[in-house]
């Protein structure tokens, strides 16, 4: 119905002045915060592990394109590390990883698709790419989330760097599925 539409309408437009009054500093303090700094040391705790892992996916990889990959985005999410510390000191706070349960899962189900498939197979880099990509939706889920708690807090800085890292997610994300398509599901169908 047209009323009620209209309706929902002015009722939104007058809540949003209500939301701009809540200043950054006001919601240091808040549940909202705290929220904010608790998934921060989960991701925190997901990139450390990642710097971990990734060697060894990259390691049991076979394709040239799948290692350089990896290898590229080892590189970048040393930069994600680096760049949550940025923010933990822009919060004011000391870096502090919280055990990420999700991307433990992730990891030792990619260690365990590598165990269960063939060396210089292509069918274990499909497998690969898999838990990757596995990988880098998580993280774009949790930079995503991040990136918009910062900016209702009024924490543009943070935002700024989280949208910088959830890019790269995305593009790690976008070329993986490039490496798969143009060879390597091909070459695993046929082996
Ligand atoms: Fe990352």
């Known amino acids: 119905m047209p009323t009620s539409r209209t309706t929902t309408k002015t009722a939104s437009t007058t809540r949003k002045p209500a939301r701009k009054s809540n200043t950054a500093e006001q919601m240091s303090n808040s549940k909202f915060h705290e929220l904010f700094m608790e998934e921060l ?15 060894k996916m990259q390691k049991a990889a076979t394709s040239e394109d799948l290692k350089d990959a990896i290898g590229h985005h ?10 949550l510390e940025d923010i933990f000191e822009m919060m004011g706070k000391k870096a502090q990883a919280k055990k990420c349960e999700a991307m433990e899962g992730l990891i030792m189900e990619a260690q365990r698709g590598v165990e269960d498939t063939e060396e210089d197979s292509m069918v ?3 497998g690969i790419i898999i838990s990757a990509q596995k990988v880098e939706h998580y993280e774009i889920s949790a930079y ?7 900016n209702v807090m009024g924490h543009a800085d943070a935002a700024e760097l989280l949208e ?4 790269e997610e995305k593009h790690a994300d976008s070329l993986l599925t490039e490496i798969a398509e143009s060879t390597i599901n091909e070459e695993a169908a046929a082996e």
């Open 164 to 167: 910088q890292t959830l890019e």
């Open 41 to 55: 040391k989960d991701i925190y705790w997901a990139e450390k592990n990642l710097v971990k892992a990734l060697p």
């Open 144 to 150: 995503g989330s991040l990136r918009t708690l910062a």
């Open 124 to 126: 274990r880099d499909a």
């Open 74 to 83: 080892l590189e970048e999410t040393k930069i994600h590390v680096s760049r």
